[in-house]
């Protein structure tokens, strides 16, 4: 990607919890805290209000902006906040953006929508590390994954082909074929240089990530 936008990052392992399969994607009816939509996102230069999230998204600031999230489910009913700025439930919530890719960078999406992607297979880059990473808007751990994914490709590892798959919710089809029986995203799945699959990786562990790819490396 190589937008010009600065992306925040929100990462949080406390969110990782609420991604179980089987569970209700944060959000749903019933629950008492939202899901974290893309409203708490920024364009441009991010400047930290005194809740250390960005001023013009901050609804202390910009009441007037509270309706917008109640509307998307993106509010924690608890602590009066949106999901995505409440840092009493996501302690680690950061707006850190994502770094600038240079144009060499091999990342690219394979879904968008949560449409199926039958096979993997076809996409590994052989020669490379391929990361497949599984991920939704809502999960706060697929972005601690994300960010340094971005990290690494910003870095110039040359030996990483990175493909994102948005599952969306648990219900796609995407998400039925892959992650049915995961139990928290983000879901990575790693194939070798030989272009196949090496291993499979659940959750925000960004040391065994790290591993993962060292040892695919070499295979
Ligand atoms: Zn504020
Ligand atoms: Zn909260």
Request: proline share 7%; with cysteine.
């Amino acid at each position: 990607m190589q937008s010009i936008i600065l992306r925040s990052l929100l990462t949080s392992a406390a969110l990782a919890a609420c991604a179980g399969a089987g569970s209700p994607p944060p959000g749903t009816a019933g629950t008492q805290h939202g899901k974290l939509s893309e409203l708490s996102r920024v364009e441009g230069e991010i400047v930290l209000c005194e809740h250390q999230v960005p001023e013009q998204v901050c609804t202390r600031h910009h009441p007037e902006l509270v309706a917008q999230f109640q509307r998307s489910g993106d509010w924690c009913a608890p602590h009066g906040v949106p999901e995505s700025q409440c840092l009493k439930c996501h302690p680690d919530l950061t707006f850190e953006p994502l770094p600038q890719l240079g144009a060499d960078a091999d990342v690219a999406w394979l879904a968008r929508a949560g449409e199926d992607v039958p096979s993997l297979d076809a996409h590994a880059v052989p020669g490379k590390v391929t990361v497949f990473d599984f991920y939704a808007d809502w999960c706060a751990a697929c972005r601690k994954v994300d960010g340094h994914m971005y990290e690494r490709l910003a870095a110039g590892d040359a030996l990483l082909a990175y493909r994102k798959l948005n599952v969306v919710e648990w219900e796609s089809p995407l998400a039925q074929r892959y992650v049915k029986s995961v139990p928290s995203l983000p879901f990575v799945v790693i194939y070798g240089t030989d272009g196949k699959p090496f291993k499979s990786l659940h959750g925000a562990d960004l040391a065994a990530l790290d591993q993962a790819i060292a040892e695919a490396a070499r295979q």
